[in-house]
């Protein structure tokens, strides 16, 4: 497994932009899937985004396709999120989870997920 924290949440207004990153430390971080879930009050966690580990392969929820982007960098071990377009519906705690595994089967399920982040909360006011 490794540690992985996120940074970069805050609160922004309705149509505003935010980066968020994940830095993982203590695995092999070329050789992991990474993904980015969120978790709104009352609701259950849900897939946004995730990144094979060569970055060739991205994945997205169709509620953020076209204003999210997934991004990595192996060489710092460290995975972003650029969040366009923010709707008050995107407002959640944002996890960054990695996968022991260079292409996801079933990059959208958490249950291939081994390792979580603590989160960080984006808050978009309307």
């Known amino acids: 497994q490794v540690r992985l924290i996120e940074s970069g949440g805050e609160l922004v207004q309705a149509g505003g932009s935010l980066r968020l990153s994940c830095a993982a430390s203590?695995?092999?971080?070329?050789?992991?899937?990474m993904g980015w879930f969120r978790q709104a009050l009352g609701k259950e966690r849900e897939f946004v985004a995730a990144?094979?580990?060569?970055?060739?392969?991205?994945y997205y929820a169709e509620s953020v396709k076209g204003r999210f982007t997934i991004s990595r960098d192996n060489a710092k071990n460290t995975v972003d999120l650029q969040m366009t377009s923010l709707k008050h519906e995107d407002t959640a705690d944002y996890y960054c989870?990695?996968?022991?595994?260079?292409?996801?089967?079933?990059?959208?399920?958490?249950?291939?997920?081994?390792?979580w982040g603590q989160g960080t909360q984006v808050t978009v006011s309307s």
């Open positions: 990144i094979s580990w060569s970055a060739l392969r991205t």
């Open positions: 203590g695995g092999t971080f070329s050789s992991y899937t």
């Open positions: 989870a990695a996968a022991p595994f260079p292409v996801p089967v079933l990059p959208k399920s958490p249950s291939i997920y081994n390792s």
